[in-house]
Nanobody, 121 residues
Framework: QVQLVESGGGLVQPGGSLRLSCAVS????????MGWYRQVPGNERDLVAR???????KYADSVKGRFTISRDNAKNTVYLQMNSLKPEDTAVYYC???????????????WGQGTQVTVSS
């Protein structure tokens, strides 16, 4: 059973940093793109950053220059380094992994359970 386990969320002051991690387990098949999304109550889940298996990245405009996404393919883990955090970064952060499903012969998006990030003084 595929599982995505996130860690690293918490409370931080404005201007501070946090590093989120998301480890994928339960599969030996290819993982395509991996990413981070965030959601605040009443809003849709929005893309924060995404990284392909080859290392190409994409960021939301609001986090460019402050957040960095990376991955360790050997560990099936994706990271999000968040610097210069702002109160508007407060949200539940979810990781996503696009993983091959042999029963359907296609790639499928799996999601983590979410981790709370709160930026407040």
């Amino acid at each position: 059973q595929v599982q995505l386990v996130e860690s690293g969320g918490g409370l931080v002051q404005p201007g501070g940093s946090l590093r989120l991690s998301c480890a994928v387990s339960g599969t030996t098949f290819s993982i395509n793109a991996m990413g981070w999304y965030r959601q605040v109550p009443g809003n849709e889940r929005d893309l924060v950053a995404r990284i392909t298996s080859g290392g190409s990245t994409k960021y939301a405009d609001s986090v460019k220059g402050r957040f960095t996404i990376s991955r360790d393919n050997a560990k099936n883990t994706v990271y999000l380094q968040m610097n210069s955090l702002k109160p508007e970064d407060t949200a539940v952060y979810y990781c996503d992994a696009n993983i091959f499903r042999p029963d359907r012969m296609t790639f499928y998006d799996y999601w983590g359970q979410g981790t709370q990030v709160t930026v407040s003084s």
